[in-house]
Structure formats: structure tokens, C-alpha cells
């Protein structure tokens, strides 16, 4: 089956500093990637849909600004949290999709931040 | 808009015996597909089971099965023999019928098998 990789898988920095998670569909291409945060007992909420080559699109509530994605390639999204905050602390994951035609969608293992 | 709704936030089995997950759904899309996933205390996200709307018969996945009913948009999980390896966060998600939007989960049901 399809895999999806995210590295790191857990990260602890400090307050005001950036930090980068990566994304990587490991084989296939993914035309559209999707990062959720996923709070303790809660389920998965969406925060952005990133499409290749082009802008991502944020959800109600979600600041650009702060959670910075980026999706260079057909297998390669990130998403960086900048100047980060302890409520900035959560489980972030991503999913990928082949495309259309397509309905399944892989998860990565997700990554951990926790900030200080 | 899609909404999903988990109305059980926990539930616990007997190891052997048999357990059912409720869902619900609303949409007013004709095509689509339901799923169910599996989230271990590894919180890697686990595919259960997949339904496509347009099929009638149930989907069934060794000891997983779901009772799919559309025109109630209803559909449950029913994990036969459970195994305490099937402790974990169960969600079920609904998609349009393109990969490229989002899935729209439930709350999830904490399921718990007990020996």
C-alpha cells in the first residue's frame, strides 16, 4: 500500500521559534496533501488543504501566517509553525491523495510538538 | 455541508464477543464514500474499512463488517471476535467522491476490549 512518511515525528522548542514538518508521499505523487491537528481525545481537525504548485487553502479559524505551507512537489509538503507558542502544542498529521479518480487517502504517523 | 456523527464516545467489549460502532452522516451529495479508521495508541491513523455509496452490499474485512443504510445515513462497524489489539480510537469519516477534498470525521468512540 501507499505510504506517507512526516518527519520529525516528535519535536520540543522553544517559545518564539519556528519549526518545520515535512510531509513526504514516499510512492506516489500526491496532488493534494491535507494537514489536521488532532488535540488529546479529540478527533482530527482540519487545517489547511494544500494543492501542488499553488496556494494552500486554510480553514475558518486557522492563521496563515502562523502555520506557513508549502507544496513544492508532487510528493513534498511542509508545514511550519512560526514563532510558536505553548498552545501551539498538538499532534499534527498529514494525508495524502493520488488525485482524482480517487477517494483513499494515507496518513502519515503524524509528529508531536511541544513547545516550551 | 457534510456533518458526522459518532454518538457513542466509548464502548467496551469482552474479549470474543462482538461490538457495534454507530455513525450517522448528512449530505446531500449523491456520491460519496464512508470509511472507518483505527487509531492505536501509536495515533497512526489506520484504514478499517471503505464503503462506496453507490454499492448496496455491505463491505466486510475479515472480522470487520458495516451495515451500510443510505437512505437513513447510517453507518455502523461491526467488529466480530474482538481482539485486544482492536483497543483504540475509531473514526468514522465521510468524502466527496474526489481524493482531493477532505475527509469529514466524527468525534471518534474509544473503544476498549477487555480480557
Known amino acids: 500500500g501507499a505510504v506517507v512518511s512526516q518527519h520529525p515525528s516528535w519535536v520540543i522548542c522553544k517559545s518564539g521559534t519556528s519549526v518545520k514538518i515535512e510531509c513526504r508521499s514516499l510512492d506516489f505523487q500526491a496532488t493534494t496533501m491535507f494537514w489536521y491537528r488532532q488535540f488529546p481525545k479529540q478527533s482530527l481537525m482540519l487545517m489547511a488543504t494544500s494543492n501542488e504548485g499553488s496556494k494552500a487553502t486554510y480553514e475558518q479559524g486557522v492563521e496563515k501566517d502562523k502555520f506557513l505551507i508549502n507544496h513544492a512537489s508532487l510528493t513534498l509538503s511542509t508545514l511550519t509553525v512560526t514563532s510558536a507558542h505553548p498552545e501551539d502544542s498538538s499532534f499534527y498529521i498529514c494525508?495524502?491523495?493520488?488525485?482524482?479518480?480517487?477517494?483513499?487517502?494515507?496518513f502519515g504517523p503524524g509528529t508531536r510538538l511541544t513547545v516550551l | 455541508a457534510q456533518t458526522v456523527t459518532q454518538s457513542q464516545p466509548e464502548m467496551s467489549v469482552q474479549e470474543a464477543e462482538t461490538v457495534t460502532l454507530s455513525c450517522t452522516y448528512d449530505?446531500?451529495?449523491?456520491?460519496?464514500?464512508l470509511f472507518w479508521y483505527k487509531q492505536p495508541p501509536s495515533r497512526q491513523m489506520i484504514l478499517v474499512i471503505r464503503?462506496?455509496?453507490?454499492?448496496?452490499q455491505n463491505a466486510t474485512e475479515n472480522r470487520f463488517s458495516v451495515n451500510f443504510q443510505k437512505a437513513a445515513k447510517s453507518f455502523s462497524l461491526k467488529i466480530s471476535d474482538s481482539q485486544l489489539g482492536d483497543t483504540a480510537m475509531y473514526f468514522c469519516a465521510f468524502i466527496r467522491n474526489s481524493g482531493n477534498t477532505p475527509l469529514v470525521f466524527g468525534k471518534g468512540t474509544r473503544l476498549s476490549v477487555i480480557a
Open positions: 494525508s495524502a491523495s493520488p488525485g482524482r479518480g480517487t477517494d483513499t487517502q494515507y
Open positions: 464503503q462506496e455509496a453507490y454499492k448496496q
Open positions: 449530505t446531500s451529495e449523491s456520491n460519496y464514500y
